[in-house]
C-alpha cells in the first residue's frame, strides 16, 4: 500500500510539537500533536521502531484490512511548506496516529512500543490537563468580568431611582440598562469578547478644539440653575481635547471619528473637570462632536443614539472602574459602528 491509494482530509500545519526521546536515546524525533492524539511518518515510525520501512507499510495494510483500525480515524494527510531555493513549496506528508503507532509498535518491537506509549499518555494528559486548566481560568475571568459589569449596571440603576424626576422616566431607562444586562446585543458582543475596537468610518475627524467646545457649555448654562455648572476646576478638560487628537509619528492613536468620540465621552466623564454638570456636558459635547463630524443622524433621519441611550451610556461610565476604561470605549465604539452601519 502506497500513500497515493489513501484518500485521506488535508490539514494545516497548526498542530504542536513535541520531542520524543527513546529511553536509551538512540532515538529523537519531533512527534506532532493534533486533534488530541499524536502523530507520526513511516520514516519517523522505522527510526522509532528501528525497523525497515517495507514493514511498517505490510504491518500498516494489515492492520487496516483486518479492520482492527479504521483509515479514516488513524490516517491524515499534514500540509508541510518547505524552502527550495527562493521558492516556498506545500507538499503533503502522510501521518499515523497514535492508536496506529502503538499498533505497530506491538508487532516489530514491543519494548520500544511500551515504552512510547507510556510517554505519549504522559505527554497527552499534561496537554489536556493544561488546556483544561488554561480554559478553566479564561472562562473564571470571562465570568468575573461580565459580573462585575452587571453591577455597575445595577448600581446605576439604583442612582437612577434616586436622581430622575418621575417614575415613568426611572422604569423607562431602568428598563433600557435591563436590557444590556440581559445579554442583549451589546452585552452578547462583551460576553464573546467580539466589541469593536475601532470605528467604521474613514473619513479624517474634524478638529474641535477647547474654546468651542466651550461655547458648547456656555449655552447650556442658561438651562441649568446653579452658579457652577461647567465651571472648570482645573486644566484638565484641555488635556481630554488634546487627548483625543494625539499621534506619534504621524499615526494617530484614535484614527476614527468613533473612536474620538468615544474618548470624548469617557474622559470629560471620568476626568470631572467641571465643579459641576459633568455628565452632563460630556453627553452634549459627545453628541456635538458626533454632528459636526457627520456621524450624529443617520440616512433615515434619526439620531444615532437616542436620549434614553445617552443617558444610560454615560451614567454606566460614570459608575464604571479606572480598570473597565477599554471595555466602555469599546461599548461605545459597538454601539456607533452598529447604529451607523
Known sequence: MNSEDMKQE?????????????????????????????WLTQYQLEELFDTERTSVV????NILDSGELEEQATCAKFAQVRH???????????????????????????????????????ILKEHLVKGYTINQKRLFEQQQRISEMKESIAMVERSLLEQVETIDEARTIVRLLSDFSCGLEIL????????????????????I???????????????????????PKDASFDSSVNQIYQSFGGTEFYPTI????????????????????????????????????????????????????????????????????????????????????
Open 10 to 38: 488535508t490539514f494545516q500545519n497548526t498542530g504542536e510539537i513535541v520531542i520524543y526521546t527513546s529511553a536509551d536515546g538512540t532515538v529523537q524525533t519531533e512527534v506532532r500533536m493534533e486533534s488530541e492524539t499524536l
Open 84 to 122: 527550495e531555493g527562493k521558492r516556498k513549496v506545500t507538499r503533503e506528508i502522510l501521518y499515523y496516529n497514535l492508536d496506529m503507532i502503538l499498533s505497530i509498535g506491538y508487532r516489530v518491537n514491543s519494548k520500544r512500543g511500551t515504552q512510547f506509549r507510556i510517554w505519549a499518555n504522559r
Open 209 to 231: 478644539g477647547k474654546e468651542e467646545f466651550m461655547t458648547v457649555v456656555d449655552a447650556m448654562r442658561r438651562d441649568f440653575d446653579s452658579g457652577v455648572f461647567g465651571k
Open 58 to 61: 505490510k504491518h500498516i495494510k
Open 188 to 207: 452578547d458582543d462583551y460576553d464573546h469578547e467580539t466589541l469593536a475596537t475601532e470605528g467604521n468610518t474613514g473619513t479624517r475627524a474634524i478638529v
Open 258 to 341: 468613533e473612536h474620538k468620540a468615544a474618548m470624548l465621552l469617557y474622559l470629560v466623564v471620568k476626568n470631572h473637570s467641571f465643579v459641576d454638570g459633568n455628565k452632563r456636558i460630556a453627553a452634549a459635547l459627545f453628541l456635538y462632536f458626533l454632528e459636526k463630524n457627520g456621524l450624529l443622524y443617520q440616512s433615515d433621519g434619526s439620531r444615532i443614539i437616542g436620549n434614553d441611550g445617552l443617558a444610560a451610556l454615560t451614567l454606566l461610565i460614570a459608575v464604571s472602574k479606572p480598570e473597565e476604561k477599554n471595555t466602555m470605549i469599546h461599548i461605545v465604539l459597538s454601539i456607533l459602528n452598529r447604529k451607523s452601519s
